[in-house]
């Protein structure tokens, strides 16, 4: 298939156990790309806003209201993204007409995982829009493993199985992607993210039913969205339960190995411990950091921990809130809760 170009909150619900690391759905090509010895330069983006649409904080009084969820809109080179789509069904809606975002005007939807607080708003969204334009939010990039069982007490708990088949009736279309794959010239979905530091952050309560087995529930789709900038690589994340480090890692050996210009979204570091956070600290300070936009499951105290820890100011990192953003070429705007 041609490449296109252009509910129970588990979060909340999940316990961060980790120890300190050790040192109709189409199907996307499984060969994990990777830049050759001599390969062309990646193609670098030269606008970038990220505009935060669910989070639990709200930024300003009259503009939007804060749930536990994630989704960002993503608008890069005259293209537009939907990464996530918050938790409760008319969230996002809402937000984005009270900040004046047309959702209308997106063909494409990234989702991170399947849990119901990144995939709550799909349906309602999709159908909200489609008689506007009949493609907007159409098409769904997802990584392999995404609707794979997720047994529990005789019950589903994969909550995007459920609104899958109304999805598609809507004409919408998911892709599959086994491996990392450029969506268009300098924007990288990261597919399924290899997890070489033993970063356990995920519930560790759940089961999944994969291919050879059912096995613990360490959310194996777990995705990320990277974007290559002249100033570094910028990278989206919902809820990170690849663990942000694993996640960054895998960036700079697929896209390229330079500086981390932004992290932005969920990392699910609420319940980390401190010898995790200065670990954490440590290696996104090594990769030269400049801007972190941390929201949903990363936590408040282990924001303002990491910016600490990092060498990260006020003005380079702040909790994100509904409406707040990030601006290429300008960095953060916190708006008035979390300046």
């Known amino acids: 298939m041609r490449r296109p170009h252009a509910l129970l909150p588990w979060c909340a619900l999940a316990l961060l156990a980790s120890t300190v690391p050790l040192a109709a ?40 209201i804060g749930e536990w969820g994630y989704a960002a809109l993503i608008e890069v080179d005259g293209t537009r993204y939907l990464f996530d789509t918050g938790a409760r069904p008319d969230v996002v809606l809402h937000n984005a007409k009270e900040l004046g975002v047309d959702l209308a005007t997106v063909t494409d939807v990234i989702l991170s995982h399947n849990h119901g607080d990144h995939t709550g708003g799909l349906l309602t969204l999709r159908r909200a829009v489609m008689g506007t334009r009949r493609d907007a939010l159409s098409r769904v990039h997802v990584a392999r493993g995404i609707f794979w069982a997720r047994p529990d007490n005789g019950k589903e708990g994969n909550g995007l199985l459920d609104k899958r088949a109304a999805y598609e009736a809507t004409g919408g279309t998911f892709i599959e992607h086994d491996g990392p794959v450029e969506l268009m010239p300098g924007v990288w979905f990261t597919g399924p993210v290899p997890r070489p530091f033993t970063e356990r952050n995920w519930s560790m309560r759940g089961s999944v039913t994969t291919p050879t087995g059912t096995v613990e529930d360490n959310v194996p789709e777990d995705a990320s969205l990277v974007i290559n900038t002249a100033d570094g690589l910028v990278l989206v994340s919902g809820c990170g339960h690849s663990g942000i480090i694993n996640t960054v890692t895998y ?50 105290e282990a924001t303002y921990r990491l910016r600490d820890l990092a060498g990260l100011t006020r003005r380079t990192a702040i909790v994100s809130a509904v409406g707040s953003s990030f601006t290429l070429g300008q960095g953060l705007t916190p708006l008035s809760l979390a300046q």
């Open 25 to 64: 759905a189409s199907r996307a090509p499984s060969a994990p790309v990777r830049p050759a010895a001599g390969a062309p330069a990646r193609a670098t983006v030269s606008t970038l806003k990220v505009t935060v649409l669910s989070t639990m904080l709200a930024g300003n009084p009259d503009k939007g």
């Open 251 to 300: 960036a700079r050996q697929v896209v390229r190995a330079a500086p981390i210009h932004a992290a932005i979204g969920g990392f699910h570091l609420f319940a980390a411990t401190d010898a995790q956070l200065q670990w954490t600290a440590t290696q996104l300070k090594a990769v030269g950091l400049v801007y972190l936009l941390a929201g949903h499951c990363t936590g408040i």
